[in-house]
C-alpha cells in the first residue's frame, strides 16, 4: 500500500513486508529507497535510483514470499526453512517517469527495470500471488501486465478515460481491480470488465480485497477509499449483479494514507482493518461482512501519539501492520527519514488511546555502513543543482573546493587579526546594505507562492504585506493556487488578523480570501477542528453583515439628499434666467366688448343675481342723464356752429391775404 505522512502534503510510498513484517520500506522526499529493519530498528539497506529527483518513486509494494536460492551453504533444519520461504526479497516501485524498477534486498542492488509500457507517470503496483507476473497503472489510463522472466510487457489495455490511481488482485488471482473514474473488476483471462462500481466522486487511492471467498457464492468484499473522502466504502460482488452501491462504510477523520488488513474465510470469522489517516492517526475496525448495514461503522479504537513535552506535540504515525494476534501490531511513526519502529499490544479497550513517546531518546539509530551502497557526489561552481519544491525556490549548496585553494584560504585567515576580521565584516555589511537601497529588486511573481510561505513560516510581517499589496488577481489566484496544504491555515489566520484593520487594507485582503477559498475550500472542509480555527473570521464577518443593513439604509437616505439638493441647484440656475420679453404683441379692442368682457367676469362671483340688478339701475340712471345731456347740449351745438362758421371765415380771410 501507498501511504502519505501524517502532517506533510506529499503522499510518500510506506509498507510492511508481507508475513514477517520484519522490514519496513519506504521513500523519503529525497528519493531515496530505504528498507529498516524492525527487529534491531536499524538501516537495513538504502539505493539511490539514477536521476531520483527527475523520476521520483510514486508507488511501493513487496512481492509475494518465495524460497531464496544463495550460493551454497549448510544444510538448515525444517524451522530454518520454513523461515526462508516466508522471506520476501523483490520490491517493485513506480517512478514518475513511466518506468517499473525491480529491487533486490537479497542482492542490494536493482533486480531489472520494466520500460515501454507507459507513456506517463505509473500510479500503482501490484504483484500476482502465484505467478511472476506485475500489474502497473499509470496517467495514460493503462494497465499492463509485466512478464518478469523476460523483462517485457506481455498484454496491455485501456482501462479507463482518466488516471488509473489504484490496482488490487484478489487472492485468488484470477480477478482485478482498478480504479479511476469508475472501479472496475476485470477477469484476467479474458482482459474483459466483470463488473463496475461507482460511488466516488475523487480519485481512488486504495483498493484491497476482504475476504477470500468465490464471487458466484456471494461473499466476495473489497474496500475502496479515495482522496479528501473520510469514508472508506465496502462492496459486495454478487451473482445476481445487484452490486451497485456499497454494503458498508467505515468513518475516519481522514482520507485514508494506509491500510492493512486481514481478510477473512468465512461468515463466522471478522475482518480486521487498521487505517492510517493522513492526519497521523490510526484507526482499528472489526466487522463481519454479511452483507448490507445502514449506519455507517466507527472505529472500536483510534490511536494517537504525542511527545512528552510540557506543551505536547502530536506524533504522525506513517504505517501500521496488524499482528497475527487480534491486539498486537507493528507501528511506524515520526520522520521519513528517520522511522521508529515499534510493536504494541493493545490491552485497553478505551476508544481513544494516546501514547506519549521520548523521540529523542528512541532515535539513537545505528546505520550499517558495509550493505549501503550510497555515493555522494561531488558538487562543484560550475554545476547546476535541481532541488525540488516550489518554483524559484532553490536552496543554497556548498561546492567542494581544491586543496590548494583551502590551504591559501586558511593561511589568508591565519595572518589576519581578529579586529580586521571584523573590519571586514562591518564593511561587507554595510556595503550589502547600500547595494540592496540601491538595487531595490522588484518581486517576481514566480517567487510569490515561496515568498508567502517563507513569511508564514518565520511571521515576518514586511514580507506578507509586500505580497499581500499585490492588486491583479491573476497573480493573486496562480499564488494560492502554488500554495501548499499546510500553509493554507496561516494564510486565512494572516489574513483574519488583516481584515480587522484599515478598511482599504481589508479591500486587497478580502481577494486574497476569496482566491482561498476557491482553490482549497475541499481541504478546509476536510479538516476536524475548521470550527474552532475559523471561529474569529466567521464572528468578524458576521458583525460586518450586520453593519452593512444599517450602511444600506444611511446610504439610501444620503442618497435622497443628494438628489433633492441636487434638483434645488438645477431650479435656482433655472430661476436666474431673464424673463423680460422680446416682442409684445396687442389685439385692437372695442368699447363695445368691454362692458360685456366685465359682465363675463362678473359672472364667475357668487352674488349674481344681485349684480345684475345694480347693473339694470345704473343704466337706468345712466338713460336719464343722457336725455337731460341732450337738452342742454342743443344751445351749445349751435353756438359751436356759429364759432365755427366764424372760424372758416377767418381761415379764408388769411388764405387770400
Not at 88 to 93: E, I, R, S, T, Y
Not at 134 to 139: A, E, I, K, M, R
Not at 497 to 512: D, E, K, N
Amino acid at each position: 500500500m501507498a501511504a502519505g505522512g501524517g502532517s506533510s502534503a506529499l503522499q510518500l510510498p510506506c509498507v510492511f513486508s508481507p508475513k514477517s513484517r520484519q522490514y519496513l520500506a519506504l521513500c523519503a522526499q529525497d528519493g531515496r529507497l530505504r528498507i529498516w529493519n524492525t527487529d534491531s530498528k536499524t538501516l537495513h539497506q538504502e539505493y539511490v535510483p539514477s536521476a531520483h529527483l527527475s523520476a521520483t518513486c510514486t508507488c511501493i509494494t513487496w512481492g509475494p514470499c518465495r524460497t531464496l536460492k544463495e550460493g551454497p551453504q549448510r544444510k538448515k533444519r525444517k524451522s530454518e526453512a520454513k523461515q526462508v520461504e516466508e522471506r520476501a526479497d523483490l520490491l517493485a516501485m513506480g517512478t514518475a517517469a513511466g518506468t517499473v524498477l525491480i529491487y533486490s534486498t537479497a542482492k542490494g542492488a536493482l533486480h531489472c527495470t520494466l520500460d515501454g509500457g507507459h507513456s506517463g507517470g505509473v500510479n500503482c503496483v501490484q504483484w500476482h500471488p502465484e505467478d511472476s507476473l506485475l500489474y502497473s497503472g499509470s496517467d495514460d489510463g493503462n494497465i499492463v501486465e509485466w512478464d518478469l522472466q523476460t523483462g517485457k510487457t506481455k498484454s496491455k489495455w485501456k482501462a479507463d478515460r482518466a488516471a488509473v490511481t489504484s490496482l488490487c488482485v484478489s487472492p485468488d488471482g484470477k480477478l482485478l481491480l482498478s480504479a479511476g473514474q469508475v472501479i472496475k473488476m476485470w477477469d484476467l483471462e479474458t482482459k474483459k470488465v466483470y463488473r463496475k462500481f461507482t460511488g466516488h466522486s475523487t480519485a481512488v487511492t486504495t483498493l484491497c480485497f476482504a475476504t477470500m471467498r468465490p464471487p458466484d457464492s456471494n461473499g466476495l468484499y473489497f474496500l475502496s477509499g479515495a482522496a479528501h473522502d473520510r469514508l472508506l466504502s465496502v462492496w459486495q460482488v454478487r451473482a445476481d449483479g445487484n452490486d451497485k452501491n456499497s454494503v458498508v462504510s467505515f468513518t475516519l477523520t481522514d482520507e485514508p494514507q494506509h491500510i492493512d488488513v486481514v481478510a477473512s474465510n468465512s461468515k463466522e470469522e471478522a475482518v480486521r482493518l487498521a487505517v492510517v489517516c493522513k492526519d497521523g492517526q490510526l484507526h482499528l475496525f472489526e466487522h463481519f461482512l454479511n452483507g448490507p448495514c445502514k449506519k455507517p461503522l466507527s472505529p472500536w479504537c483510534s490511536v494517537q501519539m504525542s511527545d512528552t513535552n510540557p506543551c505536547p506535540q502530536p506524533i504522525p504515525l506513517l504505517a501500521a501492520a496488524l499482528g497475527a494476534e487480534t491486539r498486537s501490531m507493528q507501528l511506524a511513526y515520526g520522520n521519513y527519514l528517520q522511522p521508529v519502529m515499534e510493536k504494541v499490544e493493545m490491552e485497553s479497550f478505551e476508544r481513544h488511546v494516546c501514547l506519549t513517546r521520548d523521540i529523542k531518546t528512541t532515535l539513537s539509530l545505528s546505520m550499517e555502513t558495509t550493505v549501503s551502497k550510497v555515493k555522494t557526489p561531488v558538487v562543484n561552481n560550475k554545476s547546476k543543482v535541481l532541488v525540488p519544491g516550489l518554483p524559484g525556490h532553490q536552496a543554497p549548496v556548498k561546492g567542494t573546493y581544491l586543496g590548494s585553494e583551502k590551504r591559501k584560504m586558511d593561511t589568508a585567515a591565519k595572518e589576519m587579526t581578529i579586529a580586521q576580521r571584523l573590519g571586514e565584516i562591518d564593511l561587507s555589511s554595510a556595503s550589502a546594505a547600500k547595494g540592496a537601497q540601491k538595487e531595490a529588486p522588484s518581486l517576481q511573481t514566480d517567487n510569490y507562492a515561496v515568498l508567502l510561505v517563507q513569511g508564514l513560516e518565520s511571521g515576518d510581517a514586511s514580507i506578507l504585506n509586500k505580497v499581500f499589496q499585490t492588486r491583479k488577481d491573476t497573480v493573486i489566484k496562480k499564488t494560492v493556487a502554488r500554495l501548499p496544504l499546510p500553509a493554507v491555515l496561516p494564510l486565512v489566520e494572516a489574513l483574519t488578523q488583516r481584515l480587522q484593520g484599515h478598511p482599504f487594507s481589508a479591500v486587497l485582503i478580502v481577494r486574497w480570501l476569496k482566491a482561498v477559498l476557491m482553490h482549497h475550500t475541499s481541504y478546509l472542509a476536510s479538516l476536524p477542528d475548521l470550527v474552532s480555527q475559523l471561529g474569529m473570521l466567521y464572528h468578524m464577518i458576521e458583525s460586518r453583515v450586520k453593519v452593512f443593513h444599517k450602511l444600506t439604509k444611511l446610504h439610501g437616505k444620503l442618497y435622497l439628499l443628494t438628489t433633492q439638493v441636487a434638483r434645488n441647484d438645477s431650479s435656482n440656475m433655472a430661476s436666474d434666467v431673464d424673463h423680460t420679453a422680446k416682442l409684445v404683441y396687442e389685439e385692437e379692442s372695442s368699447d363695445e366688448e368691454a362692458p360685456d368682457d366685465e359682465g363675463l367676469a362678473g359672472n364667475d362671483s357668487d352674488n349674481w343675481e344681485e349684480e345684475e340688478e345694480e347693473a339694470e339701475a345704473e343704466e337706468a340712471m345712466e338713460d336719464e342723464i343722457i336725455e337731460l345731456d341732450d337738452d342742454d347740449d342743443d344751445e351749445p351745438r349751435t353756438g359751436s356752429k356759429e364759432n365755427g362758421e366764424e372760424d372758416m371765415e377767418h381761415e379764408n380771410e388769411s388764405e387770400e391775404e
